[in-house]
């Protein structure tokens, strides 16, 4: 089992910052990946940002230049810290982690995640 805590949503001003975290808990294999998506009304969830154990990022590009994405491993947490905050950055965010678990001979992917936190930029 792998639970996965968001916080640090909520209401924020066009030009505004938020800070995001994620805590996991339960049985990760120490080599995995953590990110943060996001999903608005009526679109499909996107990645917004990606971070492995060994620290190697990936953002999307309306993330790149505004967003950064940190982990302390030790805690299982992720962070996402936001800075000029756009309307259009109003969704749900939503915490994920993957990793691979060996069965047998192969290798099965798992992911997992957060219930979601309300991000909302008022213009």
């Known amino acids: 089992q792998v639970q996965l805590v968001e916080s640090g949503g909520g209401l924020v001003q066009r030009g505004g910052s938020l800070t995001l975290s994620c805590a996991a808990s339960?049985?990760?294999?120490?080599?995995?990946?953590m990110g943060w998506y996001r999903q608005a009304p009526g679109k499909q969830r996107e990645l917004v940002a990606s971070i492995t154990s060994s620290g190697t990022t990936n953002y999307a590009d309306s993330a790149k230049g505004r967003f950064t994405i940190s982990r302390e491993n030790a805690k299982n947490t992720v962070y996402l810290q936001m800075n000029s905050l756009k309307p259009e950055d109003t969704a749900v965010y939503y915490c994920?982690?993957?990793?691979?678990?060996?069965?047998?001979?192969?290798?099965?992917?798992?992911?997992?995640w957060g219930q979601g936190t309300q991000v909302t930029v008022s213009s």
């Open positions: 339960g049985s990760i294999f120490s080599n995995n990946v």
């Open positions: 994920n982690t993957q990793f691979g678990v060996a069965m047998g001979m192969r290798v099965s992917s798992r992911e997992y």
